[in-house]
């Protein structure tokens, strides 16, 4: 395991299987953005969730009934069902925005921003 390993290990907690989606996490400005590879896939089919510390990625496409009595000899692009759960590990976030483009889902996660010279006042 590298350096940069280490470092995201620190941050986020993750397992990643076979049928995982897969995604990228970089650090940007004032938070962290989650790329993920989501191509052929709509907006409706795509669920974000955020529950106590855990984000959630969760795809669920199912078959136009069209496609299901069409005469296919061999199909692989059916019904997909793809799941990430990412552990922020008490990171305190303040906003989430996500979008979808060219088969990719973004969603930037925006830390709620520490005060370094906050005045205390005593009761």
């Known amino acids: 395991m590298n350096f940069y390993n280490n470092i995201f290990d620190d941050f986020f907690e993750y397992e990643q299987r076979n049928n995982d989606l897969k995604i990228d996490i970089k650090k940007i400005e004032k ?35 069209d496609k299901k009595n069409d005469n296919y000899i061999f199909r692989e692009i059916q ?12 990171m305190k976030i303040d906003n989430i925005e996500a979008s979808l483009d060219n088969g990719l889902l973004t969603i930037k996660l925006y830390e709620k921003a520490v005060e370094e010279n906050k005045k205390i006042e005593i009761k």
């Open 79 to 90: 019904n997909k069902k793809l799941k990430r759960k990412i552990q922020l590990n008490g």
């Open 31 to 65: 938070g962290y953005e989650i790329v993920a590879a989501v191509a052929g896939v709509k907006k409706d089919d795509i669920s974000i969730n955020l529950d106590n510390d855990i984000l959630t990625i969760s795809v669920d496409q199912k078959d136009d009934e």
